[in-house]
């Protein structure tokens, strides 16, 4: 079941908040790059929102410097209410706290998904800066990519390497059956057993769910993993590769999630 991420209140006073976040260079830089500071320069009221609504998200998520955990949540959003940029956000307040793997889950189609590979490339500006914090790759099929994301995992192991010399390791991949397979398949070859893990569904009210379930239940009969859809069988599956994660669930229409 889903955990509903509530984001009222403010940074100090969430109860319900399992660690204290950081608020780092990588999303002051993005929120700055988006325009959303005032005539000195600095981060605005609007730019401000976006930060704290962005940690009250992380901050109930699973801590990355804790012993791993899986959790769930659900991120309400309105329609056209920059749901986008809220987990583009999201990101990179990520990589500011350490998370070695973000994996974006988005677009049934491959404009969409293509859309939103480019869309991280253009916010984060990744494709200009010659720093190494981040490492983006788009539906991980083959052995390069593999040894690609081990080279990454492998220096975060390095306790005398500098964290700013880590490279996070951003997937995009199309939610699509055999995108989902590839990924699960190249994942399963790695040691994630210490590896914080950042999981978005991108509009998860389409095809994540289990499409079979209220057919199944008006029938009567019980529902086994074997007769869910296949999509959601796939990012149940990709779920059990990381034994230290969140998967975050975006959506406007809650409606069938709940």
Same mark, same amino acid.
């Given at each position: 079941?889903?955990?509903?991420?509530?984001?009222?209140?403010? #940074?100090? *006073?969430?109860?319900?908040?399992?660690?204290?976040?950081?608020?780092?260079? =990588?999303?002051? &830089?993005?929120?700055?790059?988006?325009?959303?500071?005032?005539?000195?320069?600095?981060?605005?009221?609007?730019?401000? &929102?976006?930060?704290? +609504?962005?940690?009250?998200?992380?901050?109930?998520?699973? @801590?990355?410097? $804790? @012993?791993?955990?899986? =959790?769930?949540?659900?991120?309400?959003?309105?329609?056209? %209410?920059? &749901?986008? /940029?809220?987990?583009?956000?999201?990101?990179?307040?990520?990589?500011?706290?350490?998370?070695?793997?973000?994996?974006?889950?988005?677009?049934?189609?491959?404009?969409?998904? =293509? #859309?939103?590979?480019? !869309?991280?490339?253009?916010?984060?500006?990744?494709?200009?800066? !010659? $720093?190494? &914090?981040?490492?983006?790759?788009?539906?991980?099929?083959?052995? @390069?990519?593999?040894?690609?994301?081990?080279?990454?995992?492998?220096?975060?192991? $390095?306790?005398?390497?500098?964290?700013?010399?880590?490279?996070?390791?951003?997937?995009?991949?199309?939610?699509?059956?055999?995108?989902?397979?590839?990924?699960? *398949?190249?994942?399963?070859?790695?040691?994630? %057993?210490?590896?914080?893990? /950042?999981?978005?569904? $991108? +509009?998860?009210?389409?095809?994540?769910?289990?499409? !079979?379930?209220?057919?199944?239940? !008006?029938?009567?009969?019980?529902?086994?993993?074997?007769?869910?859809?296949?999509?959601?069988?796939?990012? @149940?599956?990709?779920? +059990?590769?990381?034994?230290?994660?969140?998967?975050?669930?975006?959506?406007?229409?809650?409606?069938?999630?709940?």
């Amino acid at each position: 079941m889903s955990e509903q991420i509530e984001i009222t209140g403010n #940074q100090e *006073n969430n109860n319900n908040a399992k660690w204290q976040p950081f608020v780092g260079t =990588e999303t002051e &830089k993005l929120i700055e790059y988006k325009g959303f500071v005032n005539s000195q320069g600095k981060i605005d009221d609007s730019g401000d &929102k976006i930060i704290d +609504e962005t940690y009250r998200i992380l901050e109930m998520c699973s @801590n990355p410097n $804790d @012993n791993p955990t899986a =959790e769930t949540g659900l991120v309400l959003g309105y329609v056209q %209410s920059g &749901k986008t /940029l809220s987990f583009t956000t999201l990101t990179a307040m990520a990589r500011d706290n350490n998370f070695q793997i973000v994996i974006i889950i988005a677009g049934t189609s491959t404009p969409l998904s =293509e #859309q939103s590979y480019k !869309r991280m490339l253009k916010d984060l500006q990744i494709d200009e800066r !010659r $720093d190494r &914090k981040w490492k983006i790759i788009k539906n991980p099929k083959n052995q @390069n990519h593999l040894n690609s994301i081990q080279d990454s995992l492998e220096k975060w192991q $390095d306790p005398t390497l500098p964290r700013e010399k880590c490279s996070t390791v951003l997937i995009t991949v199309m939610k699509q059956t055999h995108r989902l397979q590839n990924l699960i *398949n190249v994942m399963r070859n790695l040691d994630l %057993s210490n590896v914080p893990t /950042l999981i978005i569904d $991108d +509009e998860s009210d389409q095809a994540s769910l289990n499409t !079979r379930a209220r057919a199944n239940a !008006r029938a009567g009969e019980s529902v086994n993993e074997g007769d869910a859809s296949t999509i959601y069988r796939r990012i @149940n599956s990709l779920r +059990e590769v990381f034994p230290h994660h969140t998967l975050l669930q975006y959506t406007a229409t809650p409606q069938a999630n709940l």
